[in-house]
């Protein structure tokens, strides 16, 4: 019996396994995804459907919604920093001891 379920558990990991290399091939020869875009579509999707339960095939997972919040909470992120990022150089040019010279 043990014989069996090991059997079967090497099977689905193999399925698995062929299917996800099956993917990622498909994925590239058409275009450059990485794989939270399939999430960020499904999430995008669903908000923008009218009726999102009768419209799409697929609902977002809980998983697929914490992607898409991680995502736009770094893109939000780094877009803050990139438009602070020169007003701090210019206060420590300005303000800052260590670049200071004698004239």
């Known amino acids: 019996r043990n014989y069996m379920i090991k059997k079967n558990t090497i099977l689905i990991l ?11 091939k498909i ?10 875009d399939y999430h960020l579509a499904l999430c995008y999707v669903y908000l923008a459907s009218h009726n999102p339960h009768s419209d799409s095939d697929r609902t977002p997972t809980y998983y ?21 990022l020169p007003f701090l150089v210019y206060l420590i040019q300005e303000f800052g001891n260590v670049c200071k010279g004698t004239v």
């Not at 193999?14 to 996800?20: E, K, P, Q």
């Not at 994925?27 to 939270?36: G, P, Q, V």
């Open 64 to 84: 697929s919604w914490v992607l898409f919040v991680w995502h736009h909470f770094k893109r939000v992120l780094l877009l803050i920093i990139l438009y602070l």
């Open 27 to 36: 994925l590239s020869i058409c275009e450059n995804h990485s794989d939270i």
């Open 14 to 24: 193999a399925i698995y396994l062929t299917s996800l290399i099956n993917m990622k």
